[in-house]
């Protein structure tokens, strides 16, 4: 089993900025995926960005630039640095961790709010 506790959060106006972190303890397996997703009312959760074990990135197009993550991976921890926050960032975030060739793990989620 794998366990993710998130940290982070909140509420911010436009323009402001937020940092998730993410530590993954238990059953780990050195070659996986860490990242994060989103999920506003209404709407389909949706891949914010990941980073593999190797150093890969992928971001949302509409986060590019905006949003960096990063990972220890001595620490099993990953972050994800929001800067230049919209309204249209507010969702509940959501660590997830896929180990290679396995099923994804997921933390319990995160409010982010961006609101004047």
């Known amino acids: 089993q794998v366990q993710l506790v998130e940290s982070g959060g909140g509420l911010v106006q436009p323009g402001g900025s937020l940092r998730l972190s993410c530590a993954a303890s238990g059953r780990l397996f050195s070659v996986n995926t860490m990242g994060w997703y989103r999920q506003a009312p209404g709407k389909q959760r949706e891949l914010v960005a990941n980073?593999?074990?190797?150093?890969?990135?992928n971001y949302a197009d509409s986060v590019k630039g905006r949003f960096t993550i990063s990972r220890d991976n001595a620490k099993n921890t990953v972050t994800l640095q929001m800067n230049s926050l919209k309204p249209e960032d507010t969702a509940v975030y959501y660590c997830?961790?896929?180990?290679?060739?396995?099923?994804?793990?997921w933390g319990q989620g995160t409010q982010v709010t961006v609101s004047s």
């Open positions: 997830n961790y896929n180990p290679a060739g396995s099923m994804s793990y």
């Open positions: 980073i593999f074990s190797g150093g890969r990135i």
